[in-house]
């Protein structure tokens, strides 16, 4: 069987992203849908990668966001009590499967290339929290804002923020991650 090299655009498209919909209470559960998906698999499997490679505090860091994602599930469903557990979106779904298929390759690129991995993670990690914060949620909150409910929309901007915080925190991680290499080159 031919290896596939991993590709960071390749684990950027495994993970879903929130969709808006027509009304609020559907852009909520796909909202909770992502937050829950990215506390129960993107984080601890970028945690186990780390881990994995030999870096504890950056696994320790992928935990301390993934549990935070968790948080803006929560925020939001004290909002939506009637949403309850929503069904898994086709997105979420596919970025499972997907994720299943590289598995056994990032396990071989991590005995080859920890650092690869690693770095890649890192900066997939940068890339979905700045989606989130830059493009996905400001659209929530202005549909909330649009529909005159300011406290859905106080929610997003909450989320908004610690989005933000959660991309400063990885982009620290990945300067601090490259220093080294960068400063045994020179």
């Known amino acids: 069987m031919e290896k596939v090299e991993i590709s960071e655009e ?7 992203a929130a969709c808006q919909s027509d009304d609020m209470a559907g852009t909520a559960e796909s909202f909770v849908d992502v937050e829950e998906y990215e506390n129960r698999v993107m984080y601890p499997e970028f945690a186990r990668w780390a881990s994995k490679a030999g870096y504890p505090e950056l696994a320790t860091l992928f935990r301390k966001v993934a549990g935070e994602e968790k948080l803006h599930a929560v925020w939001l469903r004290a909002l939506y009590s009637d949403i309850g557990v929503p069904q898994r979106g086709e997105d979420t779904q596919r970025a499972i499967d997907a994720l299943e298929a590289i598995r056994a390759n990032c396990d071989a690129l991590i005995a080859l290339n920890p650092d690869g991995v690693v770095e890649k993670a890192l900066t997939v990690a940068i890339r979905v929290e700045e989606r989130e914060y830059q493009d996905i949620y400001p659209h929530f909150r202005d549909q ?16 908004i923020d610690s989005e933000r915080q959660h991309a400063h925190w ?11 290499q960068t400063g045994a080159m020179a």
């Open 144 to 159: 909330a804002l649009a529909a005159n409910d300011a406290d859905t929309a106080e929610v997003y901007q909450k989320v």
């Open 170 to 180: 990885f982009q620290a991680a990945l300067d601090n991650f490259r220093a080294p």
């Open 10 to 16: 390749m684990i950027f498209e495994c993970f879903a």
